[in-house]
C-alpha cells in the first residue's frame, strides 16, 4: 500500500480554536480520573492537538470494540451501493441453510434495517460475554445466542423476538454481528477484506487486526483494532459526506442515512440515566446521535469518533475509562465552546505549553520512593487459598527491572516491569503487555501493568508487613474486579 495520505497540521488558533482550552479539555481529563490513551483533535480538516498517554503509541493499534458497529455499517452502506442487498431486504432471505422452522416463524418479518438501528424487536441484547478469571490474565469471551456447537448466525436466528421488528430500540451486539455475516455470505469476503479496497486503503489504514466468529465470520459489532489516527481520518470522511483526499469512498447518501437519526432511544437507560444524556439522543445505522448537533460511532471503555459538523470538527479518542458519559462532558465543556468562526491570534505561550504537555502524558502519575534496602535478590512467598489459584509468587528486584512470578495450574508466569520507567516485551492473556514498578513507601510497592493494544490498565499492589505480603489486584473490565491475595514469606 502507498505511504497514507495524513490530515495536514496546524496550530489550534489558526483554526479557531485555543491552546489554553485544549489545555483545559486535559486538565478536566485528568481531574476527573479519566484515563485517555490516545487523542487527536481535526478541525477545518487539520490536526490540531494530538497526544497519547505512555505507554500507549500513536503506532499501535488499540482495541475499538463497539466502534467496530460503525464500520459494519459502512460495509452494508457498499454492498448497497454495489447492489449486493437492499436494506428493505428480510434478513432470513440471507440465510436459508441457518433458517430452521422456529427461526422462520420468529424472524418473518426481520429487515436488514432493523439490525442497522438496533430495532430488531429482541428485549434483551442477543451477545453474551463471558469473564474468565485469573491473576493478570482477565480476559472476555464473547459470544452470540446460546448454541452449544457455537454457530452464531443460528444462534441469533433462535433468539426469540418480543416485540414488533422496527418498533423498539435496544442495544443487540448480536444484530451487529448479523451485518458483518451479511456481508461475507454476499460478497464472500470477511469484513475486513471486503473493507480493504473500498475504505482502508483510500483512508491510508492498514489492514486492522480483526477478532472473528467460530465459524469464520468476523466479528461485526466489535473486534476490530485500528489507530486513534485512523479514526481521524475516518470521521473526516463522515463529516466531509463520504469524501476523502479529493475522492468519493461512499456515497453522500449512505452517510447522511447512517449518521441521522433513524429511531429514538430514550428508553436506553441501561447505560445512563436522563434523558440529557448522549445515549438518549436518537440512533443511526450504528451510529448515535448526540447533543449539540453531533453524532458519534463509540466502544466501550471510551472509543470515540466524535463528529461535530456545525463545528466542522472531529474528535478521536482511544481509552480506558467506565464513564464514558464523563468524557463527553468534558469534551462540550471545555472544547465545543472554543470552536470559534474565525482564526484567533498566534499565542505562542500558550501554544509551547499544550504541546510540552501533549509530549508528557502518561496514564498514571506516582510519586515514586527509593527501593527500600530488603527489596534485593529474589524473594518468595506461599499464598493462602484464593480464587485465583495462585499458590506461590516470587519477587526478583534486579537493577533496572523488577520481575513478578507467580504459579498457579496453568503453569509459571512472568511480568517483567520497569523501575519507575515503562518496560515492554511482555506477554499476558495472549495480548503485549508494558509494565511499570513503583515504590511509594518503603512498603508499598505498586505495579501498573496496560496491555498496549487494548483499554486494560491492571493494577498490582503489594504491601509488605515483616514477613507477610498482601496483594491486592484490580482488574479494569466492564466491571472493574477488586481481589486480595496473601502470603508469608519462604526461606530462599
Not at 196 to 224: H, K, S, Y
Not at 294 to 314: I, L, S, T
Not at 415 to 429: F, R
Request: glycine residues 8%.
Amino acid at each position: 500500500m502507498q505511504k497514507p495520505y495524513e490530515l495536514p497540521r496546524a496550530t489550534p488558533e489558526s483554526q479557531g480554536i485555543s491552546s489554553a482550552a485544549i489545555r483545559s479539555f486535559l486538565a478536566g481529563i485528568a481531574d476527573n480520573k479519566l484515563e485517555l490513551h490516545g487523542l487527536m483533535l481535526v478541525r477545518h480538516g487539520h490536526v490540531v492537538a494530538e497526544g497519547w498517554w505512555t505507554p500507549y503509541q500513536a503506532d499501535r493499534q488499540h482495541t475499538a470494540y463497539s466502534l467496530t458497529k460503525s464500520l459494519s455499517s459502512m460495509a452494508i452502506g457498499f454492498a448497497v451501493e454495489e447492489g449486493l442487498l437492499s436494506v428493505e431486504d428480510a434478513v432470513l432471505d440471507y440465510f436459508p441453510e441457518e433458517a430452521t422452522e422456529e427461526a422462520k416463524a420468529n424472524m418473518g418479518r426481520l429487515k436488514i434495517r432493523h439490525l442497522l438501528t438496533m430495532s430488531t424487536g429482541h428485549t434483551k441484547d442477543t451477545a453474551r460475554f463471558e469473564m474468565f478469571h485469573s491473576l493478570l490474565s482477565d480476559r472476555v469471551i464473547p459470544k452470540v445466542g446460546d448454541r452449544a456447537d457455537r454457530n452464531w448466525i443460528k444462534g441469533f436466528l433462535e433468539q426469540p423476538i418480543d416485540r414488533e421488528p422496527g418498533s423498539f430500540f435496544l442495544y443487540n451486539s448480536g444484530a451487529s454481528h448479523m451485518l458483518s455475516a451479511l456481508v461475507q455470505r454476499v460478497s464472500g469476503l470477511d469484513l475486513p477484506d471486503y473493507l480493504m479496497p473500498r475504505l482502508f486503503e483510500p483512508l491510508g489504514i492498514d489492514r486492522p487486526v480483526w477478532d472473528a466468529a467460530p465459524n469464520g465470520e468476523a466479528t461485526g459489532g466489535w473486534g476490530a483494532r485500528l489507530k486513534t489516527g485512523d479514526w481521524a481520518r475516518f470521521g473526516q470522511m463522515l463529516l466531509d459526506k463520504g469524501m476523502f483526499n479529493g475522492k468519493r469512498i461512499i456515497s453522500a447518501e449512505w452517510i447522511e442515512q447512517a449518521t441521522a437519526k433513524q429511531v429514538e432511544n430514550i428508553n436506553h437507560g441501561d447505560v445512563v440515566t436522563g434523558s440529557g444524556t448522549d445515549w438518549q439522543q436518537g440512533y443511526g445505522y450504528q451510529f448515535w446521535q448526540c447533543r449539540h448537533g453531533a453524532y458519534r460511532g463509540d466502544g466501550a471503555f471510551g472509543q470515540f469518533c466524535v463528529v461535530m459538523p456545525e463545528q466542522d470538527a472531529v474528535i478521536a479518542i482511544n481509552s480506558g475509562v467506565q464513564d464514558m458519559q464523563l468524557v463527553m462532558d468534558m469534551m462540550w465543556e471545555h472544547l465545543l465552546p472554543a470552536m470559534l468562526p474565525n482564526a484567533l491570534q498566534e499565542d505562542e505561550a500558550e501554544l509551547a505549553g499544550l504541546r510540552e504537555k501533549l509530549d508528557s502524558l502518561d496514564v498514571v502519575e506516582r510519586a515514586a520512593q527509593p527501593r527500600p534496602l530488603f527489596a534485593e535478590g529474589t524473594i518468595r512467598y506461599k499464598l493462602e487459598p484464593n480464587e485465583d489459584g495462585v499458590t506461590e509468587l516470587s519477587l526478583i528486584f534486579g537493577g533496572e527491572v523488577t520481575t513478578l512470578m507467580w504459579s498457579d495450574a496453568a503453569g509459571i508466569h512472568r511480568l517483567d516491569s520497569g523501575h519507575q520507567e515503562w518496560y515492554y516485551g511482555n506477554e499476558l492473556a495472549y495480548e503485549a503487555a508494558a509494565a511499570r514498578a513503583t515504590w511509594l513507601s518503603s512498603d508499598l510497592l505498586v505495579f501498573d501493568i496496560c496491555r498496549v493494544f487494548t483499554p486494560y490498565h491492571d493494577e498490582v499492589i503489594c504491601t509488605f508487613s515483616g514477613s507477610r505480603i498482601t496483594i491486592a489486584y484490580k482488574h479494569f473490565d466492564f466491571v472493574t474486579r477488586h481481589r486480595e491475595l496473601a502470603g508469608e514469606r519462604l526461606s530462599n
